[in-house]
């Protein structure tokens, strides 16, 4: 993302300014942009322009989505760079170019060896796919369910795969880390909340987040990801140290634009008519 790129964005958005009826129809109807500030709305209005003027969007043959189905998407993966600067957020990008929406889930047949040399074959179904140097591909039916404070959200998960790869172009849970966060006490952070997870399932149990974060280390943080933004709540009662280690990388607290909207919401509730 260089001068140039930068130039042309500028340009392009002299002539294309934000519609900005159409960002405030998705940023009052979407539950995980409630609790942002005016400014920081407005912030995050311009970046997820900037998402739609950078990466190029394929949808299924036949589907036509409107401005506000498109913001609804890039304010997602906005959201997530929000507190870090113009170049920073450019950044977490990497290198995605493209998001191809598909009608379905994927299905794969997967050959894996485990551990001990034995070779497992099985058929995998997803609602996202990415890889290093490749698009990021989503389900069209699980995208149309994002926004809600569920826990759920294949656009943060599959970005969030993006972010992992920043490290080392591996899918293996620890991204390239800002200087105030030391790796291993990122590594050991997670480690932590990993193995508490596997050690619930072995008990049979049933675990505090999705149990497909515990299929693998680099699942488990694009899990964790998803929480983070869309039931914070639910992340930081399990594991508040891990949860306080995701408000210090992303620079951003989602408890608290909760508890905020929360708090709002209680006060017009009870204000007389």
Not at 71 to 80: C, F, K, N, P, T
Not at 110 to 135: K, L, N
Not at 145 to 159: A, K, P, S, T, Y
């Amino acid at each position: 993302m260089g001068w140039w790129q930068e130039q042309k964005w500028q340009r392009w958005k002299t002539h294309h300014p934000l519609p900005e009826a159409a960002w405030h129809s998705v940023h009052t109807r979407l539950p995980m942009l409630a609790g942002l500030s005016g400014p920081m709305l407005a912030r995050l209005g311009e970046r997820s322009w900037r998402v739609l003027f950078e990466l190029r969007l394929s949808l299924p043959a036949g589907v036509e989505w409107s401005i506000e189905a498109h913001l609804e998407m890039a304010s997602q993966i906005a959201l997530m760079s929000l507190g870090w600067s113009d170049r920073q957020a450019l950044a977490a990008l990497g290198d995605t170019r493209e998001i191809i929406v598909v009608p379905g889930a994927f299905h794969r047949h997967v050959q894996e060896m485990d551990d001990f040399g034995v070779m497992h074959e099985f058929d995998d179904e997803r609602a996202g796919e990415t890889s290093w140097g490749g698009p990021v591909a989503l389900s069209l039916e699980e995208v149309e369910c994002c926004g809600q404070r569920d826990g759920f959200n294949v656009i943060i998960h599959e970005f969030a795969h993006k972010l992992d790869m920043t490290g080392n172009m591996a899918f293996d849970g620890q991204p390239a880390l800002p200087a105030h966060i030391d790796a291993r006490e990122w590594y050991d952070t997670f480690m932590r909340a990993w193995q508490a997870m596997q050690d619930t399932l072995a008990r049979g149990e049933i675990p505090p987040i999705d149990e497909y974060a515990a299929t693998h280390p680099s699942e488990f943080l694009a899990v964790c990801c998803e929480y983070f933004f869309s039931a914070p709540e639910q992340l930081e009662a399990v594991w508040p140290d891990l949860y306080a280690l995701l408000v210090r990388y992303f620079n951003q607290d989602p408890l608290k634009r909760l508890k905020e909207s929360l708090r709002k919401h209680e006060q017009a509730s009870i204000r007389p008519p």
